[in-house]
């Protein structure tokens, strides 16, 4: 079975901390993606990774930041936690982009 | 346009009924076709994939494609309240960069 863990389930930061989301997949696949969901707004991507040391942005990158240095391990990075970042972060890897994704179990970040 | 719709819900159906959920889309290149169940404050779980036209059963469940319609959907059979949950249906192809979610929809099972 595909296992994508995610490093925290709960979080809460003060605004203008620097928050570390971190994600690990054990399928040596080579995609993986955070998303962020909220109400009414469904899934949205903050940036992805099809190869180590690689990143692209997504639709929704301002913000964030991410690192991948290490094929299993994909970072998501706060630099500056603002209220409005306060939402459920959600990791996600797959064999290939545009195929079937495996989602962790997510993390709830607030941000006062 | 989006190019994935999925209604929203919320749809209620007593225990036992067959539940029937639907998206289209408007991308003619989308392959693979998944369907992912996610329970309230968890992350989305994989429950079905398709790869081109058809129909897939798994258990209680079927998933079929339409492709000329451009047309996915999900049947639950003899529904449980464990199956209360929002449904989301995603699709993509294998050129693409990412695949695309619906919105989901929000599913209530009623004992």
């Known amino acids: 079975d595909v296992k994508v863990t995610q490093s925290s389930r709960y979080l809460v930061k003060r605004t203008g901390e620097k928050v570390f989301l971190e994600c690990v997949q054990d399928m040596d696949h080579e995609n993986m993606f955070w998303y962020r969901q909220d109400p009414g707004l469904g899934l949205r991507l903050i940036y992805f990774s099809y190869d180590v040391k690689m990143k692209e942005k997504g639709d929704i990158p301002e913000g964030y930041s991410v690192s991948r240095e290490k094929k299993e391990r994909f970072s998501l990075i706060l630099e500056s936690a603002s209220t409005n970042q306060t939402s459920m972060y959600l990791c996600?890897?797959?064999?290939?982009?545009?195929?079937?994704?495996?989602f962790g179990p997510g993390t709830r970040l607030l941000v006062l | 346009q989006k190019e994935v719709e999925q209604d929203p819900g919320p749809l209620s159906v007593p225990e036992g009924a067959i539940v029937s959920l639907n998206c289209t889309y408007s991308n003619s290149a989308f392959q693979y076709f998944m369907w992912y169940r996610q329970y309230s404050r968890k992350g989305p779980e994989l429950l079905m994939y398709t790869y081109s036209s058809g129909n897939k059963e798994d258990g209680r469940f079927t998933a079929q494609v339409d492709k000329s319609s451009k047309y996915i959907s999900l049947f639950i059979r003899d529904s449980q309240p464990s199956d209360s949950a929002t449904y989301l249906c995603?699709?993509?192809?294998?050129?693409?960069?990412?695949?695309?979610f619906g919105s989901g929809t929000r599913l209530s099972i009623r004992p």
């Open positions: 996600a890897s797959s064999e290939a982009p545009g195929v079937t994704q495996y």
């Open positions: 995603a699709m993509g192809d294998s050129s693409a960069s990412k695949i695309i």
